[in-house]
């Protein structure tokens, strides 16, 4: 096999699709010839990131691929990519899930599309580069520079809000990288290097790692979102386009436990094991306060949105408990979140662009207008309460479990967050899908389009063959991980 | 399809009698650090005669819907629905580790959901279905906290691999939400649980009469033969575990005789004949984790058996009276049917009676046993469990007699057009209940064997825990003739109690029901059960909604956050712009005060 320089090749791609995109002239709607690159670039760009698992040796727990270029005339500030088991499942996942997002697009009709689908072109390409970023100053610049694309799409497309989302959104995410920044400038200081692979052999004393700790925290919480650091999702859901709501909940928010997995995990055991309790205590209330929330929305969103933020809290509970289990939990729970939420959006999205509304009261006996979506809708509920054989399980079983083993009574107390999960998911459906046919949608409709069906099978089989053969994404992760595990002796909480 | 299941499942138990017991590994599921998990299914007797069961009874059921579901316009959803469940309940009932038990377990949950709200655009039944399966899922977190907290103990999921290491942890405590319990205690209760819930045992039954809703096989299905049963075949499979928890016996006695008597008196209130079936399979699941609470697990799944034949029969004839009277379902609206629908009534007759236990028919069998392990049992208080059991049966015969006289006997009150269109059901509904009264009949009589005599107990003892003293021969000879008889002098009390306040002194019901409103009100609510949980659950969880999105999220973390952010700005912003007053004196006054206080600091520092 030549050794391609893939991931430079995966980031660069997407740039050289989005020059054609913005070349061509159309201004109008449809922008049939934009869509046309924006699918051929993405779609080469998921087929070319399927190079990644198909040539990755599961044995190695170090970064592979790796492609590494000057930046500023010096040797430690190098700009570096490779990947791991953990970063991988990411890189497929963002591909994947943008080559839907497009594909989802392509019927569709929206004032300045052309440089609608170039943001997401070039959200694609930081993603990637953001995964592969072995090096703390290029994380950072990937990391950050996501925003832009991510700010333009809810301020533009988004809704009748969108300013005041787009700005929370900005804020908050701001704010936290602020503080993630300065951590980095202070371990270029220290060691002289950002190259992660470096810094993992170096050992902080433990006051030191307190402050880097809480200063990357701060950047990673509000990413995921952790409570109480999530009041801008919602709204930011609430008032993105369909597709930006897609990835923001699918990709974006796993930005967040990548960077805790990453970073606080590998970096700062100390520190970590230190702040378990307090993570614990976030994620729990997490879990069951937004449940409790998302019981009484009325903006199906919004009620996703809030589920996101109990999903995620999933995910810190498995990640802190720092076991195989945990970890392997919290990764296969994000990326069936990713997925699940993903096509929830979709859902909505379809609805959405039937009906134009998201008002929950305004829909009953919606099975009935159009059954297809309704059974999708009902898979991808399923795979949202965790129904075993969906992948949603996969995750929330593996974390609780991990978590039942350092401390029971979080364990207990999240397990509620289960019963929770089922009663606003299916109060959901019960309200939007089943029931009379409410008079207000009582008028002729079109059924799913072709694309549509597409993007719903791709989703729908992604969540089963993850529930059903999840070793499909464990077995990459596992080597990687356990050097991650190795730092954390058992310890009972 | 389902015949050809059948027949397979059939050879299948002919199989394991010469093989013994195996396990076909078929793929791996999970590996994670010292998890790992395969795709699997166990072949043993246990597991055999369960999957010939369900297998049977969904066939006949399965047969039975074609015709009843003949009119409705979504017949093929509902028949891919009914094979979806028997899967989900093969799987549950075949697999060889728990977390593949738990998938099925939720299957079944998530069937039923579909099948209970399949008329979807009745409220009711939309409601009904989201009940089951919210409460189903309460039970399920419990059986989940057992998956942890026996994987945390035993380090496997794998059933055969925890029998064997049952033992070894037998004095061992675990840590649970700081106290130290004993561990094979804590997973006993935590799996009976989620057998609460799923078996509708007191306290999360409340989901059972409700799931009425769905269509009349789907009663029959869901709650004869299979879901509701789930929860006695796991505890039957995790025997050898129970048996080293004294305490979660107990508990387990006590919850089933506490259903059994609840069931079985509210039974005697209802108005609607699904309902009343409903009920009576709930107080006979009590009967079931009675047995299994006096670790008589042979009579267990004796009983389970021979419920599910019988308790099929009587949902299907339900249905097929409710066919007959056009989707009639209360009792009070019907009458005089016995001649008009022969055959119904008569394998309904024969299903009642297989109900209350008449001797020689199936239930007669299994529960008068269940009734005399119960008398025998060393336990201390194991008399007022009996009388309980026993205080059952009499309420058994109430209820059951009263259904009869209801629907079958007393004058027609129909309307003329009703009256006017009964007839009896086509011959694939029939069909059905004819081969299972057969079965109500005579599997007692010729099973009985198999679950009590000594050479067979050796058998069982493989994959169950079996006290093998406890063998037929023990049984009668141990028990007094009195103790024997109660359960049929208890049917007989009933059947005089019915032919009295039906046919002799009819006068009387309304005016008992007015003189004792205040019990008469207790148990036609259910002793208020629903009620109850409306107000301890349901209405705070909205409340909680409301109160943390609108004052907490909204109110708190927002001006505190980002708004609260954004005002100190705009504030700070507008008192600088403030200064920039344009007037000169202003200027000169701010750069003298700045200037002096430059150069004091600078005269402070140096």
């Given amino acids: 096999m030549i050794n391609l320089p893939i991931l430079p090749i995966l980031i660069c791609l997407p740039l050289i699709g989005l020059l054609f995109i913005l070349l061509s002239s159309e201004n109008d709607e449809h922008s049939i010839q934009s869509k046309k690159s924006a699918i051929w670039t993405s779609l080469s760009n998921f087929l070319l990131s399927l190079y990644l698992p198909l040539n990755f040796n599961k044995e190695i727990p170090h970064f592979q691929f790796v492609n590494s270029f000057n930046w500023f005339n010096s040797d430690n500030l190098k700009f570096t990519l490779g990947v791991d088991g953990i970063s991988m499942p990411f890189i497929v996942l963002s591909t994947f899930l943008i080559l839907l997002c497009v594909i989802y697009l392509f019927p569709q009709k929206k004032k300045n599309m052309r440089m609608y689908l170039a943001s997401f072109i070039l959200l694609e390409s930081f993603l990637i580069g953001t995964f592969s970023a072995i090096d703390l100053f290029s994380f950072y610049i990937f990391f950050e520079s996501i925003l832009i694309p991510m700010y333009l799409i809810i301020g533009f497309w988004g809704g009748d809000r969108r300013v005041y989302s787009a700005y929370k959104f900005f804020l908050y995410t701001l704010l936290g990288s602020v503080l993630m920044l300065i951590a980095i400038i202070f371990l270029y200081q220290e060691f002289g290097t950002t190259s992660i692979a470096r810094l993992l052999d170096y050992t902080l004393p433990f006051y030191i790692q307190v402050w880097l700790w809480l200063a990357f925290f701060a950047s990673f919480a509000v990413k995921i979102p952790m409570w109480p650091f999530h009041t801008w999702l919602p709204d930011a859901h609430v008032e993105a386009p369909t597709e930006g709501s897609v990835i923001l909940a699918g990709i974006l928010l796993k930005l967040g436990g990548y960077g805790f997995i990453r970073f606080n995990l590998s970096f700062l055991p100390d520190a970590s094991i230190f702040f378990t309790p307090f993570i614990y205590f976030l994620s729990v209330i997490a879990i069951i306060y937004t449940s409790f929330i998302a019981i009484v929305q009325d903006d199906m969103k919004k009620l996703i949105a809030y589920s996101s933020v109990a999903h995620m809290g999933f995910v810190t509970l498995g990640i802190f408990s720092a076991n195989m289990q945990g970890l392997h939990g919290a990764i296969v729970q994000m990326i069936s979140h990713g997925i699940i939420s993903a096509a929830l959006f979709f859902c909505i999205g379809s609805i959405y662009n039937r009906y134009k509304t998201k008002e929950i009261n305004f829909f009953g006996g919606l099975s009935q207008k159009v059954p297809k979506m309704a059974v999708f809708f009902l898979i991808f509920t399923l795979g949202a309460i965790g129904f075993p054989g969906s992948s949603g399980f996969i995750g929330e079983f593996l974390t609780l479990m991990s978590v039942y083993s350092r401390n029971t009574l979080v364990a207990f107390i999240s397990s509620f967050g289960v019963i929770l999960a089922a009663t606003y998911m299916l109060l959901l459906y019960k309200k939007v899908f089943l029931g009379p046919v409410n008079p207000n949608i009582d008028k002729k409709i079109n059924q799913l389009h072709f694309n549509e069906i597409i993007t719903f099978i791709a989703l729908s089989i992604m969540i089963l063959i993850i529930g059903i053969k999840p070793n499909l994404i464990l077995s990459y992760t596992t080597s990687s991980l356990d050097r991650i595990v190795s730092l954390y002796p058992i310890t009972i909480f | 399809m389902m015949i050809i299941a059948t027949i397979f499942s059939f050879f299948s138990l002919v199989f394991v009698k010469i093989n013994g017991e195996s396990a076909i590994i078929l793929s791996r599921w999970i590996d994670s650090g010292n998890l ?461 109690v019915i032919l009295f306040l039906y046919f002799s002194f009819r006068n009387l019901v309304p005016f008992l029901k007015l003189r004792l409103s205040f019990i008469y009100n207790f148990f036609k609510n259910k002793w208020y059960v629903d009620q109850l949980y409306e107000r301890i659950f349901v209405r705070p969880t909205f409340y909680f909604g409301k109160g943390f999105w609108k004052s907490v999220d909204k109110e708190l973390i927002d001006n505190l956050g980002p708004n609260g952010f954004s005002r100190i700005v705009l504030s700070f912003s507008s008192l600088i712009s403030k200064l920039q007053s344009g007037f000169l004196y202003h200027y000169v006054l701010s750069i003298i005060i700045g200037l002096t206080l430059l150069i004091s600091l600078y005269t402070y520092i140096f």
Wanted: with cysteine; aromatic share 14%.
């Fill in chain 2, 36 to 496: 790992s998990l395969d795709w699997s299914l166990q072949l043993n007797i246990l597991t055999a005669s369960m999957v010939l069961m369900v297998n049977l009874v969904s066939t006949l059921i399965h047969i039975y819907s074609v015709g009843y579901m003949e009119k409705d316009p979504k017949k093929i959803l509902f028949m891919a629905y009914l094979s979806l469940f028997t899967f989900f309940m093969l799987f549950l009932v075949s697999s060889s580790n728990l977390l593949q038990l738990f998938l099925g377990w939720e299957g079944v949950g998530l069937t039923s959901y579909l099948l209970i709200g399949f008329w979807n655009y009745k409220e009711k039944a939309n409601n009904a279905a989201l009940k089951a399966f919210i409460v189903n899922r309460v039970g399920d977190a419990g059986l989940l906290l057992a998956l942890f907290t026996t994987f945390v103990v035993f380090g496997t999921l794998n059933i055969g691999e925890i029998k064997l290491l049952i033992n070894s942890q037998n004095e061992s405590y675990f840590n649970f939400l700081g106290f130290d319990i004993h561990s094979l205690t804590l997973i006993s209760l935590l799996l009976f649980v989620g057998c609460m819930g799923k078996s509708a045992q007191f306290g999360l039954h409340v989901w059972l009469p409700d799931a009425m809703e769905g269509p009349t096989p789907v009663s029959a299905l869901i709650h004869a033969a299979t879901m509701v049963t789930a929860g006695v075949f796991l505890l039957i499979v995790m025997s050898p575990l129970l048996q080293s928890s004294e305490f979660s016996l107990n508990f387990i006695l006590i919850i089933g005789s506490i259903t059994c008597i609840f069931a079985s008196s509210v039974a005697v209130f209802q108005n609607d004949i699904k309902r009343i079936i409903a009920y009576s399979t709930c107080s006979q699941l009590g009967y079931m984790f009675m047995a299994i609470g006096s670790s008589a697990y042979t009579l267990a799944y004796f009983h389970l058996l021979s419920h599910a034949f019988f308790k099929a029969l009587l949902f299907l004839g339900a249905g097929s009276v409710i066919h007959s009277m056009s989707d009639e379902q209360d009792i009070k609206k019907m009458g005089g049917l016995y001649n008009k629908i022969p055959l119904t009534y008569i394998t309904m007759l024969i299903g009642s009676l297989s109900l209350i236990g008449l001797p020689f028919l199936s239930g007669y069998y299994s529960k008068d046993l269940i009734l005399e392990i119960l008398y025998l049992n060393d336990f201390e208080y194991s008399l007022q469990f009996f009388t309980m059991g026993v205080i059952g049966v009499l309420f058994t015969s109430i209820y059951t007699l009263r259904l009869l006289v209801y629907v079958f006997h007393r004058e027609s009150v129909a309307d003329e057009k009703v009256i006017a269109h009964i007839h009896e059901s086509p011959l694939i509904m029939i069909l059905p209940l004819v081969i299972l009264s057969v079965f109500a009949i005579f599997f007692g009589m010729f099973m009985k064997l198999i679950f009590t005599e000594i050479n067979f107990l050796e058998m069982w003892s493989y994959t169950i825990h079996v006290d093998k003293s406890l063998d037929a021969s023990f049984i009668s000879q141990n028990v007094p003739v009195l103790i024997k008889k109660l359960p049929l002098l208890m049917i007989l009390i009933g059947t005089i």
